[in-house]
């Protein structure tokens, strides 16, 4: 599969699974970057999101999952788990948790 192929059959499963539901139909493809890499990350399964490391850079994916789904800590905290250890390499995810939520939360609290 090409990435154009890959783009559109993820595209598909995030419309099946009401992603998008605000969006208007005939224009899924104006969908960002972030928001498109996010909903993959939230909405589907391991193999979708393997598809979605042929896409973009894992330093993007990473940076969106920390964005998107880290900084919402403790609500996704079983898939933050799960995604810090098997995508990002992280060797002891409650840790590195623990620390980001600890640093995000400060940083808000300077602002």
């Not at 005939?26 to 979605?52: H, K, P, Q």
């Amino acid at each position: 599969m090409d990435s154009e192929q890959i783009h559109q059959n993820l595209l598909n499963k995030l419309h099946q699974e009401h992603a998008f539901w605000s969006y208007d139909p005939t224009r899924m493809e104006e969908i960002s970057d972030d928001a498109f890499i996010g909903s993959v990350l939230l909405y589907l399964d391991i193999d979708d999101i393997i598809n979605l490391f042929k896409l973009y850079p894992k330093r993007k994916i990473q940076q969106i999952w920390k964005e998107k789904m880290l900084s919402q800590e403790p609500m996704y905290h079983g898939l933050n788990r799960l995604y810090a250890f098997l995508f990002f390499d992280i060797k002891n995810p409650d840790r590195y948790i623990r620390d980001f939520k600890r640093k995000y939360y400060q940083s808000r609290i300077l602002m």
